[in-house]
């Protein structure tokens, strides 16, 4: 199985990369990763500078309210292409602009606006990532609630963190991981590696089919990280993990 990763804002493929290593390796042991670079060179400053080398790349520019976009179709397209030429992908994975792409991605494909001949994808993988904010682009992405298979990665310091909640409202049955920390891709403790393991194997068992939406949430279970306690119960709202430590 194929996830394709799209890093943050004015950052690169290899950051992406070092970003995750600090997860354990099993969670994706059973998937090929692609870390593909923006189309873009970063229009200014990146705020990794001085932490990891150049280059830096955009996928594409929006105005301080993040209503407006530049070179956003071309992106897309772009995208397609990539997916296309390089695919079939089982899954996306995105940090911050990286996540909110992928979002607006599998939000036109359950529309039939783009990949209109490429399988559904099957997973998401979300870390800070959010919504578009043009009403134009919202009513077609994010029309109906998407059935991929989908954990989001919400940071109770990230200047995102509304925003990313409120991506979540558009996937059926979305896996939450809360973490104390900020804007970030965060480390995990050892539930919530088991947490997303399990998750990334029944995606893998299902993968003959053609799709895995979310299903009636009946097997939920909520992981109290800091008490190292999992308690099996059927939820009312979406599956949540709480990382409650910080982690160095």
Known sequence: MKILCLHGFRTSGNFLKKQ?????????????????????????????EGIFPPPYFEWFQYNEDFTEYENLEEC????????????????????????TLSG??????????????????????????AKFRDPNICSIAYKDMMKVKSVH???????????????????ENPLIIRHPQG??????????????????????????????????NEACKHVNIENGVEEGKKLEKPNEVEIQKALE
């Open 76 to 99: 897309i397209s772009y995208l397609c292409e990539y997916i296309t030429s390089k695919g079939p992908f089982d899954g996306l994975l995105g940090f911050s602009q990286g996540a």
């Open 20 to 48: 995750l290593s600090k997860w354990d390796p099993s969670i994706f042991a059973h998937f090929e990763m692609e870390f593909p670079d923006g189309i873009f060179a970063a229009g200014g400053k990146s705020d990794i």
């Open 104 to 129: 607006l991605l599998l939000g036109y494909m359950e529309q039939g606006k783009i990949l209109k001949e490429h399988p559904p994808m099957k997973l998401f993988v979300s870390i800070s990532g």
């Open 153 to 171: 990665f919400i940071g109770e310091k990230d200047w995102l963190k509304l925003p990313s909640q409120e991506l979540t409202t558009s996937f």
């Open 183 to 216: 804007h970030t891709v965060p480390r995990l403790d050892e539930a919530a590696v088991e947490t997303i393991k399990t998750w990334t194997r029944e995606i893998g068992f299902y993968s003959n089919e053609s799709c895995v939406g979310g299903g009636p």
